[in-house]
């Protein structure tokens, strides 16, 4: 039996319900060589949901899994078709008061890195250089056979010319650019090879079930080293790929803040959580440093 990857965390001990004061996260910032781990929170005030947090996807939808879309057409054929879909929304979505504030840190040279688990490019779009793209990024597209990279953009154009009328009306847009629809829907959604070798595409993103790179691993474990502190912002550090950064850091004596509303899976390893939304917190701690977001005047 296929063990399927770990979606959900259930807390074994009494968590702080967090803070309502940012000053630590400012703290930590005026201090400078801050490194931000970031998640799904962070993008959903752009109009893209997280996986857990009220009315996260996880309660109406199971991500694609990295066993299952390589050993099933069918279910590539549901994932593509799902996800051409979604990836239209990506392509309307814009950065939010989060992102910019992040990418004024950044210019102020308060960070030492960005390290992102989403998937939607948002970070770089906001004007944050240099970001590790830890699950990788929807923007790109790879053949599984040759290994060939190409744009989505140039997939988007293929699968609409083969697809021609596909208009269906999704229920929600996932944090993995998949789109709910039902079987009818999806329909005879027609998929197209690599054009290189004829092999199956896939987006160049991190499957559930698949593991990260290891040279990108190592790569975040390095600045996880150089950083002063760790900044977590709207993840609930569920899965292994994001925590494991939460307790190097934790091992290694360096400060860990937290900025999420709920309970997370790395509270335990914080000095603190602040339980506010992420737009107006991170935009709060900039005014107080006296950073302008956005360009904006001092």
């Not at 005026?30 to 490194?35: C, D, E, H, N």
């Not at 993995?176 to 329909?187: I, S």
Request: charged share 20%.
């Amino acid at each position: 039996m296929r063990m399927r990857p770990t979606l959900s965390w259930t807390p074994t001990e009494d968590l702080s319900p967090g803070t309502t004061d940012p000053e630590p996260v400012a703290d930590a910032l005026a201090a400078g060589g801050v490194l931000v781990l970031s998640g799904a929170g962070i993008s959903t005030e752009s109009g893209i949901p997280d996986y857990r947090g009220e009315g996260g996807s996880l309660s109406r939808h199971t991500p694609m899994t990295y066993q299952d879309f390589t050993a099933s057409a069918e279910a590539r054929r549901r994932y593509w078709a799902r996800s051409h879909l979604g990836w239209r929304t990506f392509g309307r979505a814009r950065p939010n008061a989060g992102h910019r504030a992040v990418a004024a840190f950044g210019r102020h040279g308060l960070l030492s890195g960005v390290i992102t688990q989403n998937v939607d490019g948002l970070h770089q779009a906001a004007g944050s250089e240099d970001v590790v793209e830890l699950h990788g990024s929807l923007d790109r597209v790879v053949c599984l056979s040759c290994g060939t990279l190409s744009p989505r953009r140039e997939l988007a154009r293929r699968l609409e010319e083969v697809n021609a009328g596909f208009e269906p009306v999704a229920a929600g847009i996932n944090p993995d650019g998949d789109a709910d629809l039902t079987d009818d829907q999806v329909g005879d959604f027609r998929v197209v090879p690599c054009t290189v070798c004829g092999g199956i595409l896939k987006p160049d993103v991190v499957f559930f079930g698949e593991a990260v790179p290891p040279q990108r691993v190592e790569h975040c474990r390095a600045l996880v080293r150089g950083a002063a502190s760790l900044l977590v912002l709207g993840s609930s550090l569920t899965v292994m790929s994001g925590l494991r950064f939460v307790r190097q850091a934790a091992q290694d004596g360096k400060p860990v803040l937290i900025v999420n509303r709920d309970p997370t899976r790395g509270d335990r390893h914080a000095l603190t959580r602040v339980a506010l939304p992420l737009g107006a917190t991170l935009t709060t701690v900039a005014s107080r440093l006296g950073v302008p977001v956005d360009g904006e005047a001092a």
